[in-house]
């Protein structure tokens, strides 16, 4: 087999990819993908992988510079994967995502907004309230590493810090790191998650044996010192229990509609806490709804746009595929004192045609899907009567697919689209779009 040839060569940028890499082309019109790079400047590179249909590199060194060009913050920048974008300043960041989005609008789904909503941001460091570190033993460092995976999956990234991540967790990584090297376990406890309420933070630990007391005792002690409710994941997720009783409530409030929700330590809640409340109220802007209204939210999760959605319209149908998420969002529309709210369990990539909520009559539909989109649940929706739809959306390239199946195969018009900056410094794209009869 020929060995990979990994000269360094010089190549300008044209593009920025969907990742996050920059786009270039070779003489002969192959494209390459080279991490570290934006449009405009020239690089030299080093080659990483080779295919058929293109090339990768990484940056070596920057030899003209695109005025978009900003000093990372981070100093594991270009190693660690939690962030790609952090050279590129903020404003051209959700710029370059709301590019990404139209492209997907128009190639997809050929489609396009009538109206480019204004780009919604909020703060740029700090946000990150939910993540799972990675966790691994290295012995030629004699040192536990805790954290993201860098970019070569196959390794973990040796973090002193993370600038994304809420700063109670992130400033914390190295005190975390020394924990769990000292736990007799320490070779097997592959990840910690992380999550943060309002009032409390909690870190759940994956461990693959039973842990001696004695890392019970270190796991606590860190806890209380550091502020933290430890619970622990022997097994599956149903296994997950606090490590101390009685373990805080984990929360989060929405104060603009009155409404706090509870959750668990492993469930989903939206990462960034600013650009949340944001979202929501763009969502009930666009959806427009009067006191008379029924409205059905899928995929609701813990009932984040469906609570708030209670407090103006008659009644509201929030249906998740998560049995356990769907619990808690009938808990916490029942501690909210929201009678209007009813919550159903199902599966929404399955036939749902006979579910009793199916055909129950709305006003408006509101979804915020996984990056598998909601074409299955779309395509059995009788959707007559539905005159406003608003979609939120964690992936370009499933809404665009979904936006072409409303617009040509069911008459509604896509009014407006923008993106949303729920993962700043990452390439991730957020979007909410809305359709009209």
Known sequence: MARFDR????????????????VARHDDGKAVFVSGALPGETVLAEPTARSRRFDEARTLEVLDASPERVVPRCGHFGTCAGCVLQHLAQDRQIAAKQRVLLENLERIGKVAPGVVLAPLTDQAWGYRRKGRFSVRRVNKKDRTLVGFREQDPRFVADLAQCYTVVPAIGMKIQELSALVDGLQARE????IEFIAGDDAIALTVRHLVPLAEADRAALAAFGREHGFAIFLQPKGVDSVHPLEEPAPVLSFRLPQWDVELAFEPLDFIQVNAGL??????????????????????LFCGLGNFTLPLARQVREVVGVEGDAGLVARARANGQRNGLG?????AADLATDQRGAPWMRQ???????DPPRSGADEVLRQMPLKGIDRIVYVSCHPGSLARDAGFLVHEHGYRLVSAGAMDMFPHTAH?????????
């Open 7 to 22: 000269t360094p060569f010089q190549i300008q940028i044209l593009d920025l990819s969907h990742d996050g890499r920059g």
């Open 188 to 191: 097997h406890i592959p990840q």
């Open 276 to 297: 949340n409340q944001k979202m929501i109220a763009l969502a009930l802007e666009l959806l427009d709804t009067r006191p008379e209204h029924r409205v059905l939210d």
């Open 340 to 344: 209007n709210a009813r919550f159903f």
């Open 361 to 367: 009559g709305f006003d408006r539909l509101l979804l």
């Open 429 to 437: 794209v957020e979007s909410i779009a809305l359709f009209q009869r």
